[in-house]
């Protein structure tokens, strides 16, 4: 049966700011605040550089008439905020950090002195978000990828925030009607009522559900530079839920080089039988899984184009312990059971049917041949299953000129599995392919004044046949 799983093209957001009220961008950060003298009185004119210390890519903003300045869809990450003005010393604001989709508040207490003398800020800068009633909580990069995470499913970690729980999930191979990730209930409610944001692009698989692969799993660890939760109370420029929001966005390259290369491993031999494979007298099922890859960014030109890209494949081979009935042995010997009144009566079996009985398993378990079980016996096997996926991020960024600036992203991920069935006589196939390519132009017609366009393709694929 073949789910051609939706493909839709949308243009996702197109956002215009202004000096008077500034919005932020679910992909980006915007900062805002006012600039005043030591009285409290506004600057008027004031210049507001906000730089990027990993890129060394700059914004500059300018306060008007009432002291407010504004600087929208910023790239989540460290800054430095420098604040000069005729008359005052200039003040250096470092260690800032903005979030994904933050909309931060930084106010800015000029001094009278010379413009060329800089007054360095050594307080840690506000981390409330002053500029929003949003109930959130954010997961910093770091956190992703240094937590120890069965899987290494990022979006597992939006588990541990409050009003978030994972709804128990399906076996595997049998999720594919209710979505392939990571199912969450936020606030309360339904898995498909929320929205998966990557870089500002809606992500949900074909039944509104998160994205994920066969295993149910969400990858790109190394590829996600943080993601927040959003609970309740956001803005309407999230639109499309009425549930939670997992707002997430991929690394960008810096110039400085950053990579990684990991490979994580799990064996039987490492693990625990399972309660009930003993008390069955079953065999440990047997387990191999490698998660291997490797991820890098740099800069192509120097403080303005950037590279990153990230690969992680999954190669497992897991057993799951199955119990069949197949025919008894007395059958087989010509001896068939009434199972009413227990009567034994030995029937002659067509030479015919004789060859057929070779495709049935003879019976190793429990029972064969016991009261009700009299012309069955007790198959026991072990299924083992056998998943093969590859995981793509690439990302693309580059200051165009100081008003407009693009990045493209691309995630493909192909998974597929293969089930045994039927006395481990016959196999099934499950795969599932998704990608996602998302394209953000950002255009400055002032310091205040942005207009942001992108957009969006997603598409997912789940199909399972008999081999």
Avoid: C
Avoid at 217 to 228: H, P, R
Avoid at 363 to 381: I, K, L, S, T, Y
């Amino acid at each position: 049966m073949q789910h051609r799983l939706g493909v839709f093209l949308a243009i996702l957001a197109i956002a215009i700011f202004s000096a008077s009220q500034a919005s932020a961008q679910v992909s980006g950060a915007t900062l805002s605040g006012t600039v005043t003298d030591p009285s409290g009185a506004a600057i008027v004119g004031a210049r507001v550089a906000i730089t990027n210390t990993a890129t060394n890519v700059a914004r500059e903003a300018t306060t008007d008439s009432t002291g407010y300045y504004s600087a929208p869809n910023l790239l989540p990450g460290p800054y430095e905020v420098t604040v000069s003005a005729a008359g005052f010393s200039a003040t250096k604001q470092s260690d800032l950090t903005l979030t994904v989709g933050a909309q931060q508040v930084l106010n800015v207490s000029l001094r009278i002195g010379e413009a060329s003398q800089t007054v360095l800020v050594t307080e840690a800068a506000p981390v409330v978000q002053l500029g929003s009633s949003t109930l959130s909580a954010e997961v910093e990069g770091a956190t992703v990828r240094e937590l120890p995470l069965n899987g290494r499913d990022w979006a597992s970690l939006a588990k541990i925030q409050p009003g978030v729980a994972e709804v128990r999930a399906h076996p595997t191979g049998t999720q594919a009607s209710r979505g392939l990730g990571l199912q969450m209930t936020i606030s309360g409610n339904r898995p498909t009522q929320n929205s998966f944001r990557l870089d500002g692009a809606l992500v949900n698989d074909y039944s509104n559900a998160g994205p994920g692969s066969v295993l149910g799993q969400n990858l790109g660890v190394e590829a996600i530079q943080e993601f927040s939760v959003l609970t309740s109370n956001y803005s309407a420029e999230y639109g499309f839920t009425s549930g939670g929001v997992i707002n997430a966005i991929t690394r960008s390259g810096t110039n400085t080089f950053h990579g990684s290369v990991f490979d994580f491993l799990r064996n039987d031999k490492l693990d625990a039988a399972n309660f009930f494979t003993n008390s069955n007298k079953l065999h440990k099922s047997p387990l191999k899984q490698n998660q291997f890859g490797g991820s890098g960014g740099w800069r192509i030109l120097k403080d303005r184009l950037f590279l990153f890209g990230d690969y992680e494949g999954v190669r497992q081979s897991k057993g799951t312990a199955q119990s069949q009935y197949t025919i008894s042995q007395a059958v087989r010997a010509g001896r068939v059971t009434n199972l009413q009144n227990g009567v034994v009566t030995a029937v002659p079996i067509d030479p015919n049917i004789q060859r057929l009985l070779a495709l049935f398993p003879v019976a190793n378990g429990p029972g064969n041949g016991v009261g009700e079980n009299a012309n069955v016996g007790q198959f026991n096997w072990t299924a083992v299953q056998s998943t093969t996926e590859n995981f793509y991020t690439f990302r693309a960024d580059e200051k165009i000129s100081d008003k407009d600036s693009v990045f493209a992203t691309y995630v493909r991920d192909p998974s597929y599995f293969l089930n045994p069935i039927a006395f481990n006589i016959a196999l099934q196939r499950f795969q599932a392919y998704r990608q996602a390519i998302i394209l953000e132009e950002t255009h400055l017609f002032g310091p205040s004044f942005a207009n942001t366009v992108r957009v969006a393709l997603n598409q997912t694929n789940w199909d399972h046949q008999p081999l």
